[in-house]
């Protein structure tokens, strides 16, 4: 089977740490990127580098034409995808339910949620022995916050990964008869530059005596869970969660 993974939102933190990591197993990888074609552009040259292949490609995985050109430029320059990541997601700032815009919330929706589903249809389209694929694996990138719903911080956040959860569990009893597998990571407490990004810099470091672990975990940690998941040696895992967040 070739080794095709699309890891989306890879230019940065979880993502690049990802497509790293994953062409270092034999994964031809295409680093999915929204505006930041400098950081992608860096992540494939780093995989070139080591011997790997990689291509950078750009979508917002919420406008759906844009995902469907993004497909169709893998299927051309790899061929049929056996791997996808569904890790492009955003936060916004720390704010109560009662004081949050419906404008927030269908961009949260949008991107984290409408987003995931989009690549991962198009996917299974190419993966699944019912379209004339040959299995594959899909993980979604979820987080620990659709187990503890981040109030006072951002309760949409949490919501949206809810419903990835969701979707994690009905798609893969789908497609499970069809070679394909379907999993979930929850992060936790990571160091990236998603929590900048959503106002809050310091989170990791504010935040990690509530960790057992009694601190943040890195983008490379999530990463070898992730990778793990899509390789053959998970090959009877589907519909599972691993939650990679220092027992929180």
Same mark, same amino acid.
């Given at each position: ?45 780093? !995989? ?69 589903? !989009? ?44 419903? !990835? ?84």
């Amino acid at each position: 089977m070739n080794k095709v993974l699309l890891v989306t939102g890879g230019s940065r933190g979880i993502g690049a740490a990802t497509a790293l990591l994953a062409a270092q197993s034999g994964w031809a990888v295409a680093v999915n990127y929204t505006a930041n074609s400098l950081a992608a552009d860096e992540v494939v040259r780093q !995989i070139r580098a080591s011997g790997g292949q990689a291509m950078s490609v750009q979508a917002d995985v919420a406008d759906e034409a844009q995902v469907l050109r993004m497909f169709e430029h893998i299927d051309a320059k790899f061929g049929r995808l056996t791997g996808l990541v569904n890790n492009a997601g955003v936060v916004d700032v720390t704010a109560r339910v009662d004081e949050m815009s419906v404008a927030r919330w269908k961009r949260m929706f949008d991107i984290n949620v409408i987003g995931s589903l !989009i690549c991962a249809r198009e996917a299974v389209r190419r993966m699944s022995t019912r379209h004339g694929g040959e299995g594959g694996s899909i993980v979604n990138i979820s987080s620990a916050a659709s187990r503890l719903g981040s109030p006072g911080q951002y309760v949409d956040y949490a919501a949206a990964k809810g419903a !990835i959860d969701a979707f994690t569990i009905g798609l893969a009893k789908e497609v499970a008869a069809e070679g394909v597998r379907v999993n979930a990571v929850r992060p936790g407490l990571i160091e990236t530059e998603i929590h900048a990004s959503g106002g809050l810099p310091n989170r990791v470091k504010d935040l990690q005596h509530l960790v057992p672990a009694q601190r943040g975990g890195t983008a490379e940690e999530v990463a070898e869970g992730i990778v793990w998941l899509l390789s053959d040696k998970a090959s009877y895992t589907t519909m599972s969660f691993l939650d990679i967040s220092g027992g929180r």
